[in-house]
């Protein structure tokens, strides 16, 4: 598979995990069930890197839009850190990979 395509896909189960939590948390951990062949693949890692960095784009989009409609959450600085972290993570993955792909 592509890369590129592999890590896209990786962004859209981050966006199914959000959406799937919506509902409940059982199912949306049966759609992070679904990360593990991803992760298992010879270039897992940027499946991983797409999963992390799409988790926190999303997540923080939504906190901004939570925010921009007036709405308050009593320890907001710990939700912006649950999209802060996986978005570092997943970008820090993403850049080792093109770091070594470029010494290559």
Do not use: H, K, Q, Y
Not at 6 to 21: M, N, P, R, T, Y
Not at 75 to 98: D, H
Request: net charge positive.
């Amino acid at each position: 598979m592509n890369r590129t395509l592999l890590w896209f896909v990786g962004c859209l189960l981050a966006a199914a995990i959000i959406l799937a939590s919506v509902l409940t948390l059982t199912l949306a951990l049966l759609v992070a069930l679904l990360a593990i062949p991803l992760a298992r693949r010879r270039d897992g890692r940027v499946g991983l890197s797409g999963l992390l960095t799409g988790f926190g784009a999303i997540w923080l989009f939504l906190m901004a839009n939570e925010s921009a409609s007036g709405g308050t959450l009593d320890n907001a600085g710990f939700w912006v850190a649950v999209g802060v972290v996986p978005l570092v993570a997943g970008l820090a993955i993403l850049s080792g990979i093109v770091l070594r792909e470029l010494r290559a």
